[in-house]
Nanobody, 119 residues
Framework: QVQLVESGGGLVEPGGSLRLSCAASGSTFSLYAMGWYRQAPGEQREFVAASTRGRATNYAKSVQGRFTISRDNAKSTAYLQMNSLKPEDTAVYYC?????????????WGQGTQVTVSS
């Protein structure tokens, strides 16, 4: 069982930045693929970014060039750096883990952290 705890959400003005963190339990974090998803009110959860076991990354088109996913395996923590934030980025952000490392089956999820972009 993997436990994930997100932090770093909050209220930010358009154009601002936030960095989300996702701390994972367990000693095999380096083997996981880590993903970030988000869900806006009344919308389905959508993919934001992912980092595979081999450190390959991919992003949703809506965030490419503005968001960066990274990981610190020594700290068992994944990050999502969000720059140039827009009101449409407002959502609950969830991190997820795929123990296979491939990013095809995210079995574990955090509780989510709220990000609100508003002036």
């Amino acid at each position: 069982q993997v436990q994930l705890v997100e932090s770093g959400g909050g209220l930010v003005e358009p154009g601002g930045s936030l960095r989300l963190s996702c701390a994972a339990s367990g000693s095999t974090f380096s083997l996981y693929a880590m993903g970030w998803y988000r869900q806006a009110p009344g919308e389905q959860r959508e993919f934001v970014a992912a980092s595979t076991r081999g450190r390959a990354t991919n992003y949703a088109k809506s965030v490419q060039g503005r968001f960066t996913i990274s990981r610190d395996n020594a700290k068992s923590t994944a990050y999502l750096q969000m720059n140039s934030l827009k009101p449409e980025d407002t959502a609950v952000y969830y991190c997820s883990a795929d123990p296979t490392g491939l990013g095809l089956n995210y079995r574990y999820w955090g509780q989510g952290t709220q990000v609100t972009v508003s002036s």
